[in-house]
């Protein structure tokens, strides 16, 4: 591979690395809502979806959608597809996030109580 790919690869491998996954709050008032937060380096294509422990899922709270830059949250009131509330539990967040083509996957826990 010529140099000037190689440090195109790094710069793109770097910029895309820098998608940060905050830690997810639950609600005071609300104790079966999440709140989802997290940044992205540049525009990118988004997918967050909630799943259970056999990787079900649950909850599609943002599929394929085109976000800009910048810092987003999503908020998962403890509810499936079908707005049916679900019993409290460990569950995960799948984030899926695709920059220019390159992908990568966000999986973090969330612990729901009702």
């Not at 959608?65 to 019993?87: F, K, M, Q, R």
């Not at 799948?94 to 612990?111: A, C, H, P, W």
Request: hydrophobic residues 40%; proline residues 4%; aromatic residues 10%.
């Amino acid at each position: 591979m010529s140099t000037a790919l190689n440090k195109y690869l790094v710069i793109l491998f770097l910029s895309f690395v820098m998608v940060s996954c905050e830690s997810n709050e639950l609600d005071e008032f609300q104790p079966s809502s999440v709140t989802i937060k997290f940044s992205l380096p540049s525009p990118a294509t988004v997918t967050l979806i909630i799943q259970n422990s056999y990787n079900t899922t649950i909850r599609s709270l943002r599929v394929k959608e085109s976000l800009p830059a910048g810092y987003h949250t999503s908020v998962w009131n403890g509810t499936d597809d079908n707005e049916h509330l679900i019993p409290e539990g460990i569950y995960f967040y799948v984030l899926e996030i695709d920059i220019d083509g390159n992908t990568s996957k966000f999986t973090r826990m969330i612990q729901l109580t009702n």
